[in-house]
Antibody
């Protein structure tokens, strides 16, 4: 069974860079899209971007200037970096696996708070 | 940018049919999927590619998509179906976009 586990600091200071890692187990990361999605407390889902197993990326235009998604096929990991964070970036961040047009597996999510 | 619009809330009595709409410009030309999210949990895919149910999703969940509106229908709604529901569309230009979510209340 495929499992996705997000990890990283739960607290980030304003203006710094948020860094998260998603470790995938139960299957290879090859052949899929790997998305990062966030959900501010009490609000809806927002797609941040994805990386295809080939290495190509696509980002939400509203976040594109601050986002980098990368992958480590050796360790079956996908990473997210979001720079120049503010309090508005406080959210639960999900790693998710995509097949063509939809997401079939989600991680449990990790809450990241931006605060000094 | 492309936007998907959902009603903030829908109420339904147990055993009745719930319909949740998702609207967007020429949405019928894109593939739509639906996710169910219960409090404190990660979203779960309930419909993909407009009307396909993943393995393990009850038959009471169905979907359609035409024109500018996609609809998630839950027949014989049960108390366990109370949750937030999100539509999501994908195409080569917009990539991935989510609707704002609909809170389904079963009362």
């Amino acid at each position: 069974q495929v499992q996705l586990q997000e990890s990283g600091p739960g607290l980030v200071k304003p203006s710094e860079t948020l860094s998260l890692t998603c470790t995938v187990s139960g299957d290879s990361i090859s052949g899929y899209y790997w998305s990062w999605i966030r959900q501010p407390p009490g609000k809806g889902l927002e797609w941040i971007g994805y990386i295809y197993y080939s290495g190509s990326t696509n980002y939400n235009p509203s976040l594109k200037s601050r986002v980098t998604i990368s992958m480590d096929t050796t360790n079956n990991q996908v990473s997210l970096k979001l720079s120049s964070v503010t309090a508005a970036d406080t959210a639960v961040f999900y790693c998710a696996r995509g097949i063509s047009y939809f997401i079939d597996y989600w991680g449990q999510g990790t809450l990241v708070t931006v605060s000094s | 940018s492309y936007e998907l619009t959902q009603p903030p809330s829908v109420s339904v009595s147990p055993g009745q049919t719930a319909s949740i709409a998702c609207s967007g410009d020429k949405l019928g030309d894109k593939y739509v999927c639906w996710y169910q999210q219960k409090p404190g949990q990660s979203p779960v895919l309930v419909i993909h590619e407009d009307s396909k149910r993943p393995s393990g999703i009850p038959e009471r969940f169905s979907g359609s998509n035409s024109g500018n509106t996609a609809t998630l229908t839950i027949s014989g709604t049960q108390a366990m179906d109370e949750a937030d529901y999100y539509c999501q569309a994908w195409d080569s230009r917009i990539h991935v976009v989510f609707g704002g979510g609909t809170k389904l209340t079963v009362l």
